[in-house]
């Protein structure tokens, strides 16, 4: 059965325990006369817990584990002779896993038995006319070894997904059973049932960390790899960005940080003021019913998708300033420029300034208008010399966030900036970001052991060390703003 299916019969499992549980610490109570130590829904709980749990984290290791074991076992079966010349044997494993799922499909829709498809042994004729009449095309330079590859990695699938069935749902009546078992008037259920929920918290409030250190970790076994490969030197200080997958390729950075830093300028140049104004207006100007309709008009901006950020630039922003502006003066004739891709995401940025900006200047003390105020300061002053200096932390933090968020940008700067990598300071011609071509290594399909296509986690390493350390430093000011007035 899917792992779907599974769950949902782990699920039901799960509420049948909860039943079950409950009803027996009512009757035990009832028979021995007896109070009990919980109350009724806990003795159900705790059932439940040892039902769900042991079954559920079976589930995602057995998912996460089966396939790293069959992968290294094929891997071993496939001699070096089946390797294409220049190959690797990565592509090799990605024929097996396509071939197999496709004789999966044969078998499940295609009118193929188990017996005959065990029958057709190294017959690969035989099979890619099966594969084919599914729609499955197989190129002829299929080796007969990797047919029997991809077999033995369907049949060793089906025998784990088996076995993975046979032991969560055998986890889950286990666990369950013993637990129905030890219920009793005197067991501490809530004590059960409550320590499992604080493990469940603790284990959710680790996820985001684990997750930014498997990140990290990722990208730096990778970027580690391409530097062997590839001289670190080379690519932190050269102004070329050349790839050619074929050898000779030129990988400097600085074209793509300069690309990046340049468009998340222009963008700041735009969102900063803007933002920053309607964040004052709100908060000292606008009366309640405008602000309390013009605060989530504004922060609907953050909600549209960048595809169509992307679109508006592509299709609107871009032709206006290369037919009005660029042209005319003679400084660019692309619709595709960082002016295009910076405005734009400048517009998208507007309502992290505002908004983050706007609670800050809320949170300043009323005391400290009330003060200036009482010695004859007008509003525009009291703003002026003492909300916005009191406010300065917060509003610095909200513009690094904003920072950070313009640098990871991707999808503006495909549609609005184009990908050419260069240095330049004419802002209506075409540039990239690091973002950009980190997605343009990795899509096609390419050689993943080659530099080019490693160059795409060097560049993310990069964009993570820049990014975080802007995002650590807006948390340390608002922190320290935040300390300050509470």
Known sequence: MTPGVLILIVLAMTIVGFILGRRRAVAMANREKVKLHSLPGYYGQTVALFVAVPAYVLLAAWLFLQPIVIENHISDLIPASAIPEGGAR?????????????????????????????????????????????????????????????????????????????????????FGLWALWRVNPRMRARNTSETFVKALLIASSSVAILTTLGILLSLLFESIHFFRIYPARDFFFSTVWNPQFRGGSDLGILPLLWGTFYVSFVALLLAVPIGLMIAIYLAEYSGSTLRSFAKPAIEILAGIPTIVYG?????????????????????????SSVMTAGLVMGIMLIPFVSSLSDDIINAVPQAMRDGSYGLGATQSETIKRVILPAALPGIVGAVLLAASRAIGETMIVVMGAGAAARLNLNPFEAMTTVTVKIVSQLTGDTEFASPETLVAFALGL????????????????????REQYE
């Open 462 to 481: 990069t964009l993570f060390v820049f990014t975080l350390g802007l995002n650590i430093l807006a948390l340390y000011i608002v922190r320290k703003y």
């Open 311 to 335: 679109l508006f630039a592509l299709v609107t922003v871009g032709p206006f300033l290369r037919d009005w502006i660029a042209q005319p003066f003679g400084i660019g004739n692309s619709s």
């Open 90 to 174: 990565s592509l090799v494993m990605a024929d097996v896993r396509r071939i197999a799922n496709g004789l999966d499909y044969v078998v499940g829709k295609g009118g193929v038995s188990e017996d005959e498809l065990a029958s057709m042994r190294a017959d690969i004729s035989n099979i890619r006319s099966r594969l084919a009449d599914v729609g499955i095309a197989l190129g002829s330079d299929v080796k007969p070894v990797v047919f029997q590859a991809a077999k033995t990695y369907r049949k060793i699938g089906k025998t784990g997904s088996l076995l993975r069935d046979i032991a969560v749902l055998a986890a889950a009546l286990g």
